[in-house]
T-cell receptor, first 112, second 115 residues
Framework: QKEVEQNSGPLSVPEGAIASLNCTYS??????FFWYRQYSGKSPELIMS????GDKEDGRFTAQLNKASQYVSLLIRDSQPSDSATYLC????????????FGTGTKLQVIP | NAGVMQNPRHLVRRRGQEARLRCSPM?????VYWYRQLPEEGLKFMVY????????ESGMPKERFSAEFPKEGPSILRIQQVVRGDSAAYFC?????????????FGPGTRLTVT
């Protein structure tokens, strides 16, 4: 069974620090990876997509992909209390059309 | 530029009734996906549709659940004879057509409560 694994947390970081969120996936042939943010009681919001090995930066967010290690991460610089949410890693497995499989999410708490 | 729209936002049904959830994708998007999220659990894929076609329904329960995306109008997720275990948040997402563009954008969800 193809899976996406995340530590459920909570991950607590002080305001202004770097938050590092990690995700591993089981299908070596996967090509498409996403990070979503979900506030309690709200719908998931797309933060980043990444398709190639390496880093992709967007504002305070950096996604990192290592296909050889089947590992994708999200760094949040200068963390703010408003970043406190659950972060969902999502993967399109090989042969999966556009079906996205989500991890169970990591809860991030940014402490003022 | 309207995002993905879902209605109703909240739906209460008694056991045995039918629930009908609607989703209108973002303008220009032709792919629709339905997900279910139980309290304190992750998002579970249910079905992927294009206009008039079900592409992947591997996450749909075999009984009582059906989905459609007609040529005109919104996508509909239908749950017949609801049971308490169907209480959940149901999210719809959409993505644009074409190869290489796979980002999905979510609607606000429908919270179904079965009493």
């Amino acid at each position: 069974q193809k899976e996406v694994e995340q530590n459920s947390g909570p991950l607590s970081v002080p305001e202004g620090a770097i938050a590092s969120l990690n995700c591993t996936y089981s299908d070596r042939g996967s090509q498409s990876f996403f990070w979503y943010r979900q506030y309690s009681g709200k719908s998931p919001e797309l933060i980043m997509s990444i398709y190639s090995n390496g880093d992709k930066e967007d504002g305070r967010f950096t996604a990192q992909l290592n296909k050889a290690s089947q590992y994708v991460s999200l760094l949040i610089r200068d963390s703010q209390p408003s970043d406190s949410a659950t972060y969902l890693c999502a993967v399109i497995f090989s042969g999966g059309y556009q079906k996205v499989t989500f991890g169970t999410g990591t809860k991030l708490q940014v402490i003022p | 530029n309207a995002g993905v729209m879902q209605n109703p936002r909240h739906l209460v049904r008694r056991r045995g009734q039918e629930a009908r959830l609607r989703c209108s994708p973002m303008k220009g998007h032709s792919h629709v996906y339905w997900y279910r999220q139980l309290p304190e659990e992750g998002l579970k894929f249910m079905v992927y549709l294009q206009k008039e076609n079900i592409i992947d329904e591997s996450g749909m329960p075999k009984e009582r659940f059906s989905a459609e995306f007609p040529k005109e109008g919104p996508s509909i997720l239908r749950i017949q004879q609801v049971v308490r275990g169907d209480s959940a948040a149901y999210f719809c997402a959409s993505s644009p057509p074409g190869q290489g563009v796979y980002e999905q954008y979510f609607g606000p969800g429908t919270r179904l409560t079965v009493t």
